[in-house]
C-alpha cells in the first residue's frame, strides 16, 4: 500500500482542485444564515463550505452512487418549495445529466430570491458517465444561450481549469483506455510488436497525466486549447 502523501500525489485530479476553488470563492460571498439549496447534490462535497449558512439540497437520487440525504428528493424540473426561497444556489456537474436543461433552469430561476446568485459548472470535454442519464456538453455559447433564455445575468463565465488540466485528463484517460495485450490486436504477428509499445506508452501517459495535473494547480494557461469544464456565476435580477 502506498503512503498516503505518495497517493496523494498520484492521485491528485486538478479540477476537483479547481472546484474547490471556485465553490469556496462563492461560500465566501454568502453572507451568515443565507439559505442555500445545493442542486444535484449527490453526496455533497461542497456542504461544509456553507456551515455558516443554511443549506438545504435536492437530487432524484437515481444512480447507483453514494448520496447525502437530500432535503427535497425530487426531479429538479419541480422542486416542492415556493417561489424565490432560497437566496443562492449551487449547481455544480448536474446540467449534462438533465434531459431538458432549460426547464430546470427555469425552475432554479424560480426558487432564487430577486437578486440571488447561482454558481454553475459543467463538462465541455468529459467522457460518458453516470449512464444511461448523461445527454449533452456545453460550450460557452450554449451557456449563455441557456441562461439569458431563462432571464440569468451572467457575472462571470470562465474555463474552470486550464488546458494544462484538460492534458492531463486526456492522459489519464488513454492510460487507462489504450489496448495492450496481444489478443486486443487480434491473432496477427502485429499484436506481438504493438504490445511492448503500447505499454511503454500506457506508463508515460500515466507519468505524464500526474505532471499535468500538478503543473494544472501552479498555472491555469488559458491561451490556447479548450477547459475540460466552465464554471459561471449567475444571478437573478432584482427585477424579475
Given at each position: 500500500m502506498l503512503p498516503s502523501y505518495l497517493s496523494d500525489f498520484l492521485n491528485f485530479n486538478s479540477s476537483r482542485y479547481r472546484l474547490?476553488?471556485?465553490n469556496s470563492a462563492f461560500?465566501?460571498?454568502?453572507?451568515?444564515?443565507?439559505?442555500?439549496?445545493?442542486?444535484?447534490?449527490?453526496?455533497?462535497?461542497?456542504?461544509?463550505?456553507f456551515q455558516h449558512a443554511r443549506y438545504e439540497s435536492a437530487?432524484?437520487?437515481?444512480?447507483?452512487?453514494?448520496?447525502?440525504?437530500?432535503?427535497?428528493?425530487?426531479?429538479l424540473r419541480?422542486?416542492?418549495?415556493?417561489?424565490?426561497?432560497?437566496?443562492?444556489?449551487?449547481?455544480?456537474?448536474?446540467?449534462e445529466h438533465l434531459p431538458e436543461p432549460q426547464l430546470v433552469l427555469t425552475e432554479l430561476h424560480r426558487i432564487l430570491k430577486r437578486g440571488g446568485r447561482m454558481i454553475y459548472s459543467g463538462p465541455l470535454f468529459y467522457e460518458e458517465?453516470?449512464?444511461?442519464?448523461?445527454?449533452?456538453?456545453?460550450?460557452?455559447?450554449?451557456?449563455?444561450?441557456?441562461?439569458?433564455?431563462?432571464?440569468?445575468s451572467i457575472e462571470r463565465l470562465d474555463w474552470l481549469e486550464g488546458y494544462f488540466g484538460t492534458v492531463g485528463?486526456?492522459?489519464?484517460?488513454?492510460?487507462?483506455?489504450l489496448p495492450y495485450r496481444r489478443r486486443d490486436f487480434g491473432d496477427?504477428?502485429?499484436?506481438?510488436?504493438?504490445?511492448?509499445?503500447?505499454?511503454?506508452?500506457?506508463?508515460?501517459?500515466?507519468?505524464?497525466?500526474?505532471?499535468?495535473?500538478?503543473?494544472?494547480?501552479?498555472?491555469k494557461f488559458e491561451s490556447r486549447g479548450y477547459p475540460k469544464n466552465y464554471v459561471a456565476i449567475l444571478r437573478k435580477s432584482e427585477l424579475a
Amino acid at each position: 500500500m502506498l503512503p498516503s502523501y505518495l497517493s496523494d500525489f498520484l492521485n491528485f485530479n486538478s479540477s476537483r482542485y479547481r472546484l474547490w476553488q471556485e465553490n469556496s470563492a462563492f461560500a465566501n460571498s454568502v453572507p451568515d444564515g443565507a439559505l442555500i439549496l445545493d442542486a444535484g447534490a449527490g453526496d455533497a462535497p461542497y456542504k461544509n463550505l456553507f456551515q455558516h449558512a443554511r443549506y438545504e439540497s435536492a437530487d432524484f437520487e437515481k444512480i447507483d452512487k453514494p448520496y447525502a440525504a437530500s432535503a427535497y428528493v425530487c426531479d429538479l424540473r419541480s422542486i416542492p418549495v415556493e417561489d424565490e426561497r432560497f437566496d443562492f444556489v449551487v449547481f455544480n456537474q448536474v446540467m449534462e445529466h438533465l434531459p431538458e436543461p432549460q426547464l430546470v433552469l427555469t425552475e432554479l430561476h424560480r426558487i432564487l430570491k430577486r437578486g440571488g446568485r447561482m454558481i454553475y459548472s459543467g463538462p465541455l470535454f468529459y467522457e460518458e458517465h453516470e449512464q444511461p442519464f448523461d445527454f449533452y456538453r456545453y460550450t460557452q455559447f450554449g451557456l449563455r444561450y441557456l441562461f439569458d433564455k431563462v432571464g440569468f445575468s451572467i457575472e462571470r463565465l470562465d474555463w474552470l481549469e486550464g488546458y494544462f488540466g484538460t492534458v492531463g485528463y486526456q492522459l489519464h484517460n488513454m492510460a487507462r483506455y489504450l489496448p495492450y495485450r496481444r489478443r486486443d490486436f487480434g491473432d496477427s504477428l502485429i499484436g506481438y510488436a504493438l504490445t511492448p509499445t503500447m505499454l511503454s506508452l500506457k506508463i508515460g501517459f500515466a507519468i505524464g497525466s500526474v505532471l499535468f495535473h500538478r503543473l494544472e494547480k501552479r498555472i491555469k494557461f488559458e491561451s490556447r486549447g479548450y477547459p475540460k469544464n466552465y464554471v459561471a456565476i449567475l444571478r437573478k435580477s432584482e427585477l424579475a
